[in-house]
């Protein structure tokens, strides 16, 4: 069974903090990672995409990717109230365009 | 920026009843893909759809479910008898080659 773990939550953080989500998948072979957000009965939305290990910016948002730990994660920098949301892990198991597995999601609460 | 859209975005049957959940993807998209997510669970792939086949499906993707493309820009998943446990969010998803996948808003399905 492949799986795709993350802590529930809830993370709360003050405004302005930095949150980190964190990630771990089962399958060794699996070739890329992604982070979606998802706001409470809306649909899943791309925050991020990794491929290789490393970090990766985008903005205020960090992706880290250690394959060798199965391990993959997500930085907020200066959180904010509106970034208070559920994070989805997804991950693709093969190369090419194969099912995303995803994970429970980590509900993330911003204090103002 | 194109999105994908889906229809409806309520769907309320009674059991036993067929429905047809409609997707529109992203017009230079060939890859598509159909989701659920139960309340308070993970987001869970159905079946993905490739050069007017289909390329992969998952358990949950019985002789109940059945998708097509009639035509050159709708993607259908129709649920033949609905059951109670069929009650969920569905999502439809595309993508380009080897490029991450994104999500409709989805249809929320309520079965009586």
């Known amino acids: 069974q492949k799986e795709v773990e993350q802590n529930s939550g809830p993370l709360s953080v003050p405004e302005g903090a930095i949150a980190s989500l964190n990630c771990t998948y089962s399958d060794r072979v699996s070739q890329s990672f992604f982070w979606y957000r998802q706001y409470s009965g809306k649909s899943p939305e791309l925050i991020m995409s990794?491929?290789?290990?490393g970090d990766k910016e985008d903005g205020r948002f960090t992706a880290q990717l250690n394959k060798a730990s199965q391990y993959v994660s997500l930085l907020i920098r200066d959180s904010q109230p509106s970034d208070s949301a559920t994070y989805l892990c997804a991950v693709n198991l093969r190369e090419g365009n194969t099912p995303l597995v995803f994970g429970k999601g980590t509900r993330l609460s911003v204090i103002a | 920026e194109p999105e994908v859209t889906q229809t409806p975005s309520h769907q309320v049957t009674q059991m036993g009843q067929e429905v047809i959940l409609r997707c529109v993807p992203i017009s230079n998209h060939l890859y598509f893909y159909w989701y659920r997510q139960i309340l308070g669970q993970k987001v869970e792939f159905l079946v993905s759809f490739y050069n007017n086949e289909i390329s992969e499906k998952s358990e949950i993707f019985d002789d109940q479910f059945s998708v097509e493309r009639p035509d050159g820009s709708n993607f259908t998943l129709k649920i033949r008898s609905t059951k109670l446990e069929d009650s969920a969010m569905y999502f439809c998803?595309?993508?380009?080659?080897?490029?991450?996948?994104?999500f409709g808003d989805g249809t929320r399905l309520s079965i009586l």
């Open positions: 990794i491929y290789s290990n």
């Open positions: 998803a595309s993508s380009a080659g080897n490029q991450p996948q994104h």
